[in-house]
């Protein structure tokens, strides 16, 4: 290439860089990787191949990297102190040679196997800076805009600005409405190395939207004043939410709440009508597990085992199907909020027929 190609090469990358909003050392690299390749299958695959390209320069080059030794042992990497002088007469024994080739030399099929890997390599640089939308966003809440549907798996493409990812099927829940057009908020629960380049993971189950819908709809919460200390959550069907005050003139419960329970209202309807408990947390685990029960009423909280976490709760009778809730979901949630394993018993020590086993495994 002559000087000029280079210069018209370089200003292009940078107005293709600037199109599609890719970062233009990216795009070299991948170029420099697929040039590597390509030059790789002419001289047999196992040479150790340099490509420099200095785009504030206009410079590039491409040379096989080879040490001078007396004897050959592996003609790919290692040349000889004769044959290393033809290149450079001040060649030594021990020293890096690198041999500069002409770009022509590179041949028809290696320059078409080097422009298939850079179209490549813009593809996934493209996919990579919409993953990057999400990444500036990890671990919080996201409205985006729903842009395709599959009528199969029912998974669905979603767009922030130019980021794009897709909100599986399993990861959204029962009443959500997915039609494209619609707008819909996700939580942002990783960013991955995947086998296809970055991936943004989003969902609408998981218990960090619960926490950032309440972070935004709570001023206390979002201030500091009142913390969210844990949160346990069955998507689309009920949560449980714990949480303490910083300061002894609010109330943390309260405050989550909101007036006439405005807030929670407002963040139920969020998510469809999943219902909400918030109990008040406490560092005394006796308080915490009969707070973590509710809507039941605790008589006592025996501590079994401070290593395994597990304790005995004893209800009354009449509110011992409450504690357990419909499918043993209350006891369950309340289990995955504090911690411990809890083993729920009537105040009688009677159990009836339908809830004997329900009682004995939460």
């Known amino acids: 290439m002559t000087n000029k190609d280079m210069v018209e090469f370089f200003e292009a990358l940078k107005l293709l860089g600037k199109e599609k909003g890719i970062d233009v050392e990216y795009l070299i690299e991948r170029i420099q990787a697929a040039i590597v390749v390509a030059v790789k299958k002419d001289f047999g695959g196992k040479d150790n191949i340099i490509v420099v390209m200095d785009p504030e320069t206009n410079s590039f080059s491409v040379a096989l990297r080879k040490t001078v030794v007396e004897e050959v042992e592996d003609p ?9 002088q033809q290149y450079n007469k001040r060649a030594k024994i021990g020293k890096v040679l690198d041999i500069k080739l002409e770009t022509k030399k590179f041949g028809r099929i290696a ?70 057009g619609n707008h819909i908020k996700v939580y942002v629960v990783d960013i991955k190395e995947t086998e296809k380049g970055l991936r943004a993971f989003v969902s609408r189950t998981h218990p960090g939207l619960v926490t950032r819908l309440f972070e935004n709809e709570v001023p206390e919460i979002f201030d500091g004043i009142v913390e969210i200390k844990a949160v ?53 685990p006796v308080a915490f597990i009969s707070a973590a029960l509710a809507p039941a009423k605790v008589l006592g909280v025996e501590i079994l085992s401070e290593e395994s976490k597990t304790c005995r709760v004893t209800v009354p009778d009449a509110q011992l199907s409450l504690a357990i809730g419909n499918k043993g979901q209350n006891a369950r949630l309340a289990v995955h909020l504090t911690g411990w394993k809890i083993d729920i018993r009537p105040e009688s020590g009677f159990y009836g027929e339908d809830t004997e086993e329900e009682a004995t495994e939460a």
């Open 76 to 84: 790919d990497l290692e040349l000889t102190l004769e044959q290393a």
């Open 111 to 180: 320059a078409q196997s080097a422009k298939h890997i850079i179209r490549q390599g813009i593809r996934e640089a493209e996919k990579n800076q919409q993953v990057l939308e999400f990444q500036r966003r990890n671990h919080e809440l996201v409205s985006c805009m729903i842009t395709r549907v599959d009528p199969r798996s029912g998974a669905a493409t979603i767009q922030v600005g130019k980021g794009e990812t897709v909100l599986p099927k399993s990861e959204q829940m029962e009443s959500d409405v997915i039609r494209e």
């Open 232 to 284: 346990a959550r069955e998507a689309g069907s009920r949560t449980k939410m714990a949480v303490i005050s910083h300061d002894n003139e609010v109330d943390a419960v309260g405050a989550c709440i909101g007036q006439r329970g405005i807030r929670v209202a407002n963040i139920v309807e969020e998510l469809g009508g999943e219902k909400i408990d918030i109990v008040e947390y406490s560092d005394d």
